[in-house]
């Protein structure tokens, strides 16, 4: 069987053709799919990300860019052990920027009071030509929900590795800090996150 420290389930969110299952394919190994393929329903990947004194199982969940589709099929559903959502605009589309915020009411609305991870990730930063969302707006959407924002291009792999890094790290934390004093968490386990969140915080020791 195997064995990792920490499970990490994240939901990306965001309209059609915002470079969803691109970004998917890539985290996972893939390459680059220049043709837009719509995603039918719900597809997932499963990749481990190893980090100094941690290691991570990390599931990303793909979901259809119709609103509707997603609000009339029991998307809520896939809310059961999500960790995290990752929500996802074109830069140089606006309206994908704009239907952000359906996106962020369908998410309030699923999660029932949970506590969840949230990350804002600009796509297509590559095409600088046809931005039409500037970075500084991008941000100030970002920090008005508490969440951290990257810019990315899933075309030449920019930061996609570090947003999920964010994700596992910023995860990492919070379940430590939700086992803390459960005798259920394997006690070597514990020790691990220990060490890696103490690692993480020493800049000297990376």
């Given at each position: 069987m195997?064995e990792y420290?920490?499970?990490?389930?994240?939901?990306?969110?965001?309209?059609a053709?915002v470079g969803k299952?691109?970004?998917?394919?890539?985290?996972?190994?893939e390459p680059?799919?220049?043709a837009?393929?719509?995603?039918?329903?719900?597809?997932?990947k499963?990749?481990?990300l190893d980090k100094?004194?941690?290691s991570?199982k990390v599931q990303?969940?793909?979901?259809a860019?119709?609103?509707?589709y997603?609000?009339g099929?029991g998307?809520g559903g896939?809310?059961?052990?999500?960790?995290?959502?990752?929500?996802?605009f074109d830069?140089?589309?606006?309206?994908s920027f704009?239907?952000?915020?359906?996106?962020?009411r369908?998410v309030e609305?699923w999660?029932q009071g949970?506590?969840l991870?949230?990350l804002?990730l600009?796509n297509?930063?590559?095409r600088a030509?046809y931005?039409?969302?500037s970075?500084e707006e991008a941000?100030?959407?970002?920090?008005?929900?508490?969440m951290l924002?990257l810019e990315?291009?899933?075309?030449?792999n920019?930061?996609?590795?570090?947003?999920f890094?964010h994700?596992v790290e910023e995860l990492?934390r919070r379940?430590?800090?939700?086992?803390?004093?459960?005798?259920q968490?394997?006690?070597s386990?514990?020790?691990?996150?220990?060490?890696?969140?103490?690692?993480?915080?020493?800049?000297?020791?990376?």
């Amino acid at each position: 069987m195997e064995e990792y420290d920490v499970m990490v389930r994240l939901l990306l969110l965001g309209e059609a053709g915002v470079g969803k299952s691109c970004i998917m394919q890539r985290f996972a190994g893939e390459p680059f799919q220049e043709a837009h393929v719509p995603t039918i329903g719900v597809d997932f990947k499963t990749r481990r990300l190893d980090k100094p004194k941690l290691s991570a199982k990390v599931q990303i969940w793909d979901t259809a860019g119709n609103r509707r589709y997603r609000v009339g099929c029991g998307f809520g559903g896939l809310f059961r052990g999500c960790q995290g959502v990752i929500l996802i605009f074109d830069v140089s589309d606006r309206e994908s920027f704009n239907n952000l915020r359906h996106c962020i009411r369908d998410v309030e609305g699923w999660r029932q009071g949970e506590p969840l991870m949230l990350l804002l990730l600009g796509n297509k930063a590559d095409r600088a030509a046809y931005r039409v969302v500037s970075a500084e707006e991008a941000l100030a959407f970002a920090e008005s929900w508490n969440m951290l924002y990257l810019e990315t291009s899933a075309k030449h792999n920019w930061n996609l590795q570090e947003a999920f890094e964010h994700s596992v790290e910023e995860l990492a934390r919070r379940q430590l800090g939700a086992c803390a004093g459960r005798v259920q968490q394997p006690p070597s386990r514990r020790r691990r996150l220990l060490a890696w969140l103490a690692w993480l915080r020493c800049p000297c020791c990376r």
